[in-house]
């Protein structure tokens, strides 16, 4: 099992910058894949960003030299830096951590409960 608690949302102005937390506990090392969604009212949960744990990020191309995805492995923490924030970012985000169940050889999903990001103009 994995724990993830996100933080560090909040309201913001357009152009502003945020940075989003999330931590995660349990069992991390068998964590492989940790990444950033995000919802907006009325729409579809959207992937955001991803990082595997050989360090390769990918980005949705809304947020493309935006937002950076890091970590820290110290901390089992990944971090989301959203820079030059719209209106459209607007959003609850969602961490979430793919981790390899070696009982059963698949994978399973987790999710944190989500913080809110609000841009506004």
């Known amino acids: 099992q994995v724990q993830l608690v996100e933080s560090g949302g909040g309201l913001v102005q357009v152009g502003e910058s945020l940075k989003l937390s999330c931590e995660a506990s349990?069992?991390?090392?068998?964590?492989?894949?940790m990444g950033w969604n995000r919802q907006a009212p009325g729409k579809q949960r959207e992937p955001v960003a991803t990082?595997?744990?050989?360090?390769?990020?990918n980005y949705a191309d809304s947020v493309k030299g935006r937002f950076t995805i890091s970590r820290d492995n110290a901390k089992n923490t990944v971090y989301l830096q959203m820079n030059s924030l719209k209106p459209e970012d607007t959003a609850v985000y969602y961490c979430?951590?793919?981790?390899?169940?070696?009982?059963?050889?698949?994978?399973?999903?987790?999710w944190g409960q989500g913080t809110q990001v609000t841009v506004s103009s």
């Open positions: 349990g069992s991390v090392a068998r964590i492989t894949v």
């Open positions: 979430s951590a793919r981790a390899f169940n070696g009982v059963i050889g698949l994978y399973n999903d987790y």
């Open positions: 990082l595997t744990t050989g360090g390769s990020a």
